[in-house]
T-cell receptor, first 112, second 114 residues
Framework: QKEVEQDPGPLSVPEGAIVSLNCTYS??????FMWYRQYSRKGPELLMY????GNKEDGRFTAQVDKSSKYISLFIRDSQPSDSATYLC????????????FGKGTRLSVIA | GAVVSQHPSRVICKSGTSVKIECRSL??????MFWYRQFPKQSLMLMAT?????????EQGVEKDKFLINHASLTLSTLTVTSAHPEDSSFYIC??????????FGPGTRLTVL
């Protein structure tokens, strides 16, 4: 079993839909969870950063962490064609400057 | 968020030559930077951790003599691909963190080895 599992998609939704992206993980030591958005041929852009369990909201984006289930989610409300990208979950166990463990990424297409 | 730059954004070279990629933190100091490689439709694979003033730490399977890393200052790390081969063609991305582990990525460098 890989440390971080993420459905690669592709996921196609109509404009305005609510998008749900998910990752599961096996390492119970992970405490810091991130979501990155990556457009084609670009570097990943940090969207959300959360610590431990709970919810965090930023505009149309909501990140949820359920450590008991080892499950994290990213919700995108009122999705736009500009949200079309690959979304990568990432996590780490330390608060220090340590490498992240990434999911494979989910490719999302929002159709106008 | 913090800004990380990379140069060049794209490079094409002949097999057997060496290529240097620069990673800079523009508005913060970074004692540690990370180098990743990404193949098409794949996730990011950590290659090495670059530490300012000391030797880089390489992941298993990454040849340190082939991928030379130098972290000469708190804002600059370089990755040199030596004796490049076509199988080294990939998207190379660096990241750095101004605090905790909120890592910010550079725009990436696309290397094509002919």
């Amino acid at each position: 079993q890989k440390e971080v599992e993420q459905d690669p998609g592709p996921l196609s939704v109509p404009e305005g839909a609510i998008v749900s992206l998910n990752c599961t993980y096996s390492n119970s030591a992970f405490q810091y969870f991130m979501w990155y958005r990556q457009y084609s041929r670009k570097g990943p852009e940090l969207l959300m950063y959360t610590y431990s369990s709970g919810n965090k909201e930023d505009g149309r984006f909501t990140a949820q962490v359920d450590k008991s289930s080892k499950y994290i989610s990213l919700f995108i409300r009122d999705s736009q064609p500009s949200d079309s990208a690959t979304y990568l979950c990432a996590m780490s166990s330390n608060s220090g400057n340590t490498p992240l463990v990434f999911g494979k990424g989910t490719r999302l297409s929002v159709i106008a | 968020g913090a800004v990380v730059s990379q140069h060049p954004s794209r490079v094409i070279c002949k097999s057997g030559t060496s290529v240097k990629i620069e990673c800079r933190s523009l508005d913060f100091q970074a004692t540690t930077m990370f180098w990743y490689r990404q193949f098409p439709k794949q996730s990011l694979m950590l290659m090495a951790t670059s530490n300012e003033g000391s030797k880089a730490t390489y992941e298993q399977g990454v040849e340190k003599d082939k991928f030379l890393i130098n972290h000469a200052s708190l804002t600059l790390s370089t990755l040199t691909v030596t004796s490049a081969h076509p199988e080294d063609s990939s998207f190379y991305i660096c990241s750095a963190s101004p605090q905790s582990n909120e890592q910010f990525f550079g725009p990436g460098t696309r290397l094509t080895v002919l």
